[in-house]
């Protein structure tokens, strides 16, 4: 049905350069021809009208009447709200459906958790540390869950509940976190294995959607997140940003200081191509998959040692 | 235009956004609408019951649902689907209001949607506000009047906001507009600037 609407108003309009299409219908050297279909179909109809402003005819509410659309202006109004409506309303669910829509607000709320919860247990860590003046977290290794679990229990009142749901906070963002990695490997599969998928939904929230990040040349998401970075870059003369979000992928952070930024570009490069197939594929590409991941590991493994040319194949 | 001492107001249905009423009438605050500021700070375009405006930048409609108290029909052009979700329901309970979802720069969408108009209204975050304006006065019959939120740091925030003004005003003028009025709106919004025109008549 949409194929059929389609190519019957582009196939005709260039030819017959006379024909004005409107919502209620066509236009050919004052002859109507009024289109017959429901709301829906009109809506869809509207869509798909291709029009070149400079064979711009104004629509006037009185051919509508000529044409037996509608009775009067106030009909002519009724009618193309309707149409509107319709149009609108289904492009705004078109819009939400999008499987990245989703995912983006996860990762959103997942990342609005952890600064709210950093910035709780800095406070509550103040806060006990008025009642206990000896308490100190210099030279321990005790993770920041632990010191709020120690306050919860060693204070009392309100210290003690504000401890007790940083915790609780805390499981919720565990339980998002494990979200939105499953919801990303089912989204964008190929970009999450090869970054996993907490990261590459960073990746997609940052870039504003799967599209988004799709349309994205390597070296931009080589650098997404660091914009403080190539800011300072680009205005003085300090040294361009390695790696942003990616950055907290192991390959990343765990290759040596001097090949970081070789394997921050290759990374880069492969997560393009994966969101490109994310996006206009949406299914993990095997082969893909296996040469990229030969291709980093490589650049991970031999870059040390070589020179970039060497590495080349 | 309706004032009730010295506050605007429209006649319409209230409770669109919580705004303030006077009896039956909605006080129209220059300091939340654009369009408000324009009449406190004084301009000759009215507003009337044949009026036919096209809005561009209807966003989540709180202007729009005045103009409508005032015009005859208002094509409220929306792009982004978070306002149009806001824009529908305004539409829904005031039926002068033709709620368009399309891109303003890319007027050739709504061409199968709109009428001439009297009035085109433009309200867009957009760095291109001079041409979206010329390419959609397509719709303004001539004589009509074109009003320009000229929003100077969507243009560009590296230039002064007086050479952004100028150089709107400029593009205006040389695609063929007369240029009436030319105001800042401080000290309702800053670096916003509106520049009132009118289409030469055939």
Known sequence: ?313 | MIWIGDVLVSQGEGGVYSERMLGTARVWDPFRSKLAALYHKGTGVEITAETRVLYLGAANGTTVSHVADYADVVYAVEFAPRPMQDLLEVARRRKNIVPIMADATRPEQYVPLVETVDLLYQDVAQPDQATIAIRNSAFLRAGGQLILMLKTRSVDVRKEPDVVFQETVDALASAGFVVQECLWLAPYHQDHAAIVCTKPGA
């Open chain 1, 1 to 313: 049905m949409r194929g059929m609407i389609y190519g019957f108003i582009r196939a005709r309009t260039p030819y017959l350069s006379n024909m004005r299409s409107y919502w209620f219908g066509d236009v050919d050297d004052g002859k109507c021809t009024l289109f017959g279909g429901d709301v829906q179909a009109k809506a869809e109809r509207v869509r798909l009208i291709r029009t070149s402003m400079e064979s711009f005819v104004p629509l006037t509410w009185e051919t509508a009447v000529t044409c037996g659309a509608c009775r009067d202006r106030a009909d002519y109004i009724t009618k193309l709200r309707e149409v509107c409506f319709a149009a609108a309303e289904r492009d705004i669910r078109q819009q939400y459906s999008g499987k990245d829509a989703e995912l983006l607000q996860m990762v959103r709320t997942l990342d609005e958790m952890d600064t709210v919860i950093n910035l709780l247990t800095e406070r509550a860590v103040e806060w006990y540390q008025l009642r206990h003046p000896t308490f100190t977290r210099k030279y321990r290794k005790t993770p920041a869950h632990i010191v709020v679990k120690n306050i919860r229990e060693k204070s009392r009142g309100a210290l003690s509940f504000v401890a007790g749901e940083i915790e609780r906070l805390s499981l919720t963002r565990t339980e998002l976190a494990k979200a939105v990695s499953g919801r990303a490997n089912d989204v964008m599969p190929n970009t999450s294995a090869l970054i996993g998928g907490l990261v590459a939904a960073r990746l997609m929230a940052h870039a504003g959607g799967l599209s988004d990040l799709s349309r994205m040349p390597a070296s931009a998401i080589q650098v997404l997140g660091a914009r403080t970075a190539l800011f300072a870059h680009l205005r003085t003369k300090s040294p361009s940003p390695k790696h942003g979000i990616i950055f907290q992928h192991r390959r990343v952070h765990n290759a040596p200081r001097d090949c970081r930024g070789r394997v921050a570009r290759v990374l880069a490069g492969k997560l393009a191509i994966a969101a490109r197939i994310d996006h206009y594929r949406g299914i993990a590409d095997l082969a893909f998959l296996e040469s990229a991941q030969a291709r980093i590991d490589m650049t991970g493994k031999v870059t040390g040692k070589l020179t970039g040319k060497e590495n080349e194949p």
